[in-house]
């Protein structure tokens, strides 16, 4: 079974407005990642939280890990057209023999001009 | 990501045919990964490999089979296609090197299957 589920399925906001994501998993982690796919391609690696920080940031997205709650967000701030796409979270499991991600069933971001 | 190339891009193929999805990677990383696509279901993990002598099965590994020839290639096969094997299939690299890159794992363009 997936490891991560993100909130919401799909979201749909103007540009330059704020976009936030969730995910939430069950396991303890080692770290937690997230991607973007635009459609029908591959993956692209955003940013990637590990389990000892609570927030990170990268131009102008903002990744923050509550491992209490077992759960993520990702906010993206200033949204541009040029931002749609789906958005994954992954997690390293704790137990991980290495190198192996769980990933969530994504978010599904439209920015309208 | 153009260091990591599957072929083909898209395949038609029947119910029973074997097919052979290849993976060929530039980027000197050890380990590989297939996954698979479904809408609404995110990505699943077929299979693994660590290094050349290396193969383990993911969440998914029944009706597929893996070849890891090289370390830059890493062939995923069905032996007796599905239509339930209509997917989006990928491919990835990562590196547990230590380093601002660290299990960051590197993409392929995605393999189009349809199996009818």
């Known amino acids: 079974s997936q490891q991560g589920e993100e909130d919401p399925q799909a979201l749909s906001i103007q540009e330059g407005e704020n976009a936030t994501m969730n995910c939430s998993y069950k396991t303890s982690i080692n770290n937690l990642q997230w991607y973007r796919q635009n459609s029908g391609r591959g993956l692209v690696h955003l940013i990637l939280?590990?389990?000892?920080?609570r927030e990170k940031h990268s131009g102008r997205l903002r990744v923050t890990l509550d491992t209490s709650k077992k759960s993520s967000s990702l906010l993206i701030t200033a949204s541009r057209a040029a931002d749609t796409a789906s958005y994954f979270c992954?997690?390293?499991?704790?137990?991980?023999?290495?190198?192996?991600?769980?990933f969530g069933q994504g978010t599904e971001l439209s920015v309208k001009p | 990501d153009a260091d990591v190339t599957q072929t083909p891009r898209n395949r038609i193929t029947k119910t029973g045919k074997r097919i052979m999805l290849e993976c060929s990677q530039t980027?000197?990383?050890?380990?590989m990964y297939w996954y698979r696509q479904d809408p609404g279901l995110g990505l699943r993990l077929i299979y693994y490999s660590f290094d050349v002598k290396d193969i383990n099965k993911g969440e998914i590994s029944d009706g597929y089979s893996v070849s890891r020839q090289a370390q830059a290639k890493f062939s995923l096969s069905l032996e007796s296609a599905i239509p339930n094997q209509t997917a989006l299939y990928f491919c990835a690299t990562s590196d547990l090197a230590s380093g601002p890159s660290y299990n960051e794992q590197f993409f392929g363009p995605g393999t189009r299957l349809t199996v009818l």
């Open positions: 992954a997690t390293e499991p704790y137990y991980n023999q290495g190198g192996k991600l769980i």
């Open positions: 980027k000197g990383h050890d380990r």
């Open positions: 939280i590990r389990s000892n920080e």
